[in-house]
């Protein structure tokens, strides 16, 4: 499966890896078990720095469509997408202008710095409290 992921509790930490041909229903899949093991408030890495084709547009907004509904589940934690191509860059623009939440959102150009910044943003707990 190209999108694969790994939780770690007590960081409160996803990290997420899209391989090449990504598809809506495998992201889907990875945001239905971010919900029902209630971690969506843990930040997040989503590399997709190996991935070799994108979702379509009209799957992007339907994505965004279902990740505006969220919020309903809870608090989001903080997201850094992990870019390595312009086409990834310009799908990670898109994706956070559609999605619009209520969360923090950086876009880089390797997993380094992005760990390095969500070390810098709250770790969340499920209950609610920080």
């Known amino acids: 499966?190209?999108?694969?992921?790994?939780?770690?509790?007590?960081?409160?930490?996803?990290?997420?890896?899209?391989?090449?041909?990504?598809?809506?229903?495998?992201?889907?899949?990875?945001?239905?078990a971010v919900i029902t093991s209630n971690t969506l408030c843990y930040r997040k890495i989503f590399d997709v720095t190996q991935a070799l084709e994108?979702?379509?547009?009209?799957?992007?907004?339907?994505?965004?469509?279902?990740?505006?509904?969220?919020?309903?589940?809870?608090?989001f934690g903080a997201l850094a997408i992990v870019v390595g191509s312009d086409r990834s860059r310009w799908m990670a623009r898109l994706y956070t202008e559609l999605a619009a939440v209520d969360r923090p959102i950086r876009t880089f150009r390797n997993r380094e710095a992005a760990h390095k910044w969500l070390d810098t943003q709250p770790r969340i707990d499920p209950s609610g409290d920080p």
């Open 54 to 75: 994108h979702p379509a547009d009209e799957d992007m907004m339907s994505l965004a469509a279902r990740i505006r509904a969220y919020p309903a589940f809870g608090r």
């Open 1 to 32: 499966m190209p999108v694969t992921w790994s939780t770690s509790h007590p960081d409160r930490l996803i990290v997420v890896v899209a391989e090449g041909a990504v598809t809506l229903q495998e992201i889907e899949q990875y945001l239905d």
